[in-house]
Nanobody, 124 residues
Framework: QVQLVESGGGLVQAGGSLRLSCAASGRTFGRYAMGWFRQAPGKEREFVAGISWRGISTFYADSVKGRFTIARDDAKNTVYLQMSSLKPEDTAVYYC?????????????????WGRGTQVTVSS
């Protein structure tokens, strides 16, 4: 069992930065690929960024490539999403996700555990 708790969301102006954190419980955290998804009102949940177990590889959605960076600290059971050059279209609820023994790119259909989400709002 893995429990995920996100933090770090908030309101920021366009062009600004935020860092999201996801704290995980469970002794097997290191064997999970971790990802960030987001869901805007009226839209489907979409993949944003992922990192494989051990942090060997990462993968990003085209819409955030070059602006967002995902990282993990297995000693702290935490995964981060550093978001820069934020745009109003980045506004969404951001969810942390865990997928056992996976590569960094995975769909929401195969996620083993979800966090409850944290709101990110980017004003123009």
């Amino acid at each position: 069992q893995v429990q995920l708790v996100e933090s770090g969301g908030g309101l920021v102006q366009a062009g600004g930065s935020l860092r999201l954190s996801c704290a995980a419980s469970g002794r097997t955290f290191g064997r999970y690929a971790m990802g960030w998804f987001r869901q805007a009102p009226g839209k489907e949940r979409e993949f944003v960024a992922g990192i494989s177990w051990r942090g060997i590889s990462t993968f990003y959605a085209d819409s955030v490539k070059g602006r967002f960076t995902i990282a993990r600290d297995d000693a702290k059971n935490t995964v981060y999403l550093q978001m820069s050059s934020l745009k109003p279209e980045d506004t969404a609820v951001y969810y942390c996700a865990a997928n056992y023994n996976s590569g960094p790119n995975f769909s929401p259909n195969v996620v083993d555990y979800w966090g409850r989400g944290t709101q990110v709002t980017v004003s123009s």
